[in-house]
């Protein structure tokens, strides 16, 4: 296989143009390889701080000795079976949802275009309800009814965004016009709970990283691995696509094809962090804007968007343990108050600019 990034594509001023044997090439963008590192040391250390709070609190060094397996019998349980699946779960989720939220965004070239407007976060609610409110599943069933919901939902919307084509704003006027209508279905499904249901549906709706364990980890972890490779391998023809579908077709990239591969996958994603954690908000939404801010390169920003969802999520949670005193906040009203400040500022910045 050839992968040919070439020097001249647009967005590449100030790149580095790097050939390998067999003809590959990639092209290296110093700020945006500088950002990436930072990123992922700012997700290492907030993880490393996030794991040794808590009730018991533990110091930064010794929670790296007992990931290296020299930690005390107390601190090892506490870190690697209490803790450490938490951070985990929060790790793939940011990424998840950052990575998704990029896609949407290039596929649909809207800020606006994140799987929170579209409604795919309420159509995984819409199953994973279904599942509490009618079948009193337990939470293996309900993340099940979530990933099914979130991939109907992300069918659904394809298809009557279709036209010759997706077009980035009828795609978010379908999405936005679907959310209502989830949000009437979410709505009815809570009158008819029984108040143990009920309960659960609204800690479920919230998104909450609380009691976490490996049995979230896995399953979420296969799916980034699997997907995660899938959506970065499409970067180049999401990155030509951005031009319109007339360029990207006269530049050999099967269009349809593959943004219906593209939308699939990040449907995929969102759903499997909904399942793992719940519809957590606005970080699809802010994860790639910012990146692309840090970066400053054009294009997609498919990893720096999945990194700054990672940091994004860690800290909300690090937040939404130490910032509101003795009361502990589900991660999803953390991010919740951040991303609505967010919204309406990129709401403002939209409208300056002429956009919307």
């Not at 709070?53 to 000795?65: K, L, N």
């Not at 409604?119 to 994973?128: D, E, I, K, P, W």
Request: aromatic share 6%; hydrophobic share 55%; glycine share 12%.
């Amino acid at each position: 296989m050839t992968v040919d990034l070439r020097a001249d594509e647009p967005g590449s001023r100030g790149s580095r143009p790097l050939r390998g044997p067999g003809g590959l090439s990639l092209r290296l963008e110093p700020r945006a390889l500088v950002a990436g590192l930072l990123l992922t040391a700012a997700a290492l250390a907030m993880a490393v701080v996030l794991i040794g709070t808590g009730d018991f609190e533990i110091a930064p060094w010794d929670v790296v000795q007992t990931l290296l397996g020299n930690g005390t019998p107390a601190h090892d349980f506490i870190v690697n079976d209490l803790r450490l699946p938490r951070v985990l779960v929060a790790l793939l989720v940011g990424a998840a949802l950052g990575m998704a939220g990029a896609v949407f965004q290039s596929v649909s070239r809207n800020p606006l275009g994140s799987p929170d407007l579209l409604g795919f976060s309420y159509g995984a609610s819409v199953g994973a309800l279904t599942v509490i409110v009618l079948f009193k599943g337990d939470a293996n069933a309900v993340a099940g009814g979530a990933l099914v919901g979130g991939l109907l939902t992300g069918v659904v919307v394809y298809l009557l965004s279709y036209k010759r084509g997706i077009h980035g704003y009828l795609l978010v006027l379908v999405g936005i016009g679907a959310s209502a209508m989830l949000v009437a279905v979410i709505n009815y499904l809570l009158t008819k709970a029984q108040l143990v249901e009920a309960t659960r549906a609204m800690v479920w709706l919230t998104g909450s990283l609380a009691g976490r364990d490996w049995s979230q980890v896995w399953p979420l972890l296969g799916t980034c691995a699997v997907l995660f490779p899938l959506v970065l391998g499409q970067g180049r023809a999401l990155r030509m696509m951005e031009m319109g579908d007339d360029a990207a077709y006269a530049l050999g990239v099967r269009v349809e094809r593959t943004r219906m591969l593209l939308m699939l996958a990040a449907v995929l994603l969102t759903t499997a962090a909904a399942a793992a954690a719940g519809p957590i908000s606005f970080v699809a939404l802010a994860a790639p804007q910012l990146a692309r801010r840090l970066t400053r390169s054009p294009g997609s920003n498919l990893l720096a968007g999945a990194l700054m969802g990672s940091v994004l999520l860690l800290v909300s949670d690090w937040a939404s343990q130490r910032a509101f005193g003795a009361d502990q906040l589900p991660v999803g009203v953390v991010t919740g108050l951040v991303g609505g400040v967010y919204l309406l500022w990129l709401l403002v910045t939209e409208r300056r600019a002429g956009r919307i």
